[in-house]
């Protein structure tokens, strides 16, 4: 015979989980032999919560991340079109053949070594101790070439490395040589 739990509570004035777990039991239930296997689990699984459920977090939305940061690091060799810096603001200025896009992305304009470097600014009309501190990014040429044939040579190369690419790639089987 099933019995509601109401039923035992009802009958019990005392702890009745307790009494189950030693094997005695109050009068009504006579001993833990007398329950059913049925009974015995339903009576042992039963919790019931004391608050209300809370309602769910409305935090829980997090924002995809941006990748911002300094894409090439000093003395590494950029090529024109390059990402040196993505960021938001002018953390850092385009200095020699750098270039800055809308959302303030530098940029290499030519091949070259990658130079960061700090240098004070004075606003004009202003007192020298109001001058800023300001970190600029600078594309060098190679071998501190700033001959005239230089836009020249860096045509070879990155057309060079363009042709490594398509063939790395499998481009050159596919669209032809250009």
């Known amino acids: 015979m099933l019995r509601t739990l109401s039923h035992y509570m009802a009958s019990c004035s005392f702890g009745v989980q307790q009494q189950l777990l030693a094997g005695t039991a109050c009068s009504v239930l006579g001993s833990t032999s007398s329950l059913q296997p049925e009974e015995y689990t339903q009576w042992q699984g039963r919790r019931w919560a004391t608050k209300k459920q809370g309602g769910s977090t409305k935090n829980k939305a997090d924002s995809q991340p941006k990748y911002l940061g300094a894409k090439m690091s000093h003395g590494q060799l950029a090529f024109p079109g390059q990402m040196l810096v993505k960021q938001r603001g002018t953390k850092f200025h385009p200095g020699h053949n750098v270039g800055m896009g809308t959302d303030f992305t530098l940029f290499a304009k030519s091949v070259g070594f990658v130079s960061f470097r700090h240098s004070s600014v004075l606003p004009p009309g202003r007192k020298p101790s109001a001058a800023k501190q300001r970190k600029y990014i600078d594309v060098l040429p190679l071998n501190n070439d700033w001959s005239e044939g230089y836009q020249a040579k860096v045509a070879q190369m990155v ?14 089987a596919k669209f032809g040589k250009k």
């Open 159 to 172: 057309q060079r490395r363009n042709e490594i690419r398509r063939q790395s790639l499998g481009l050159a």
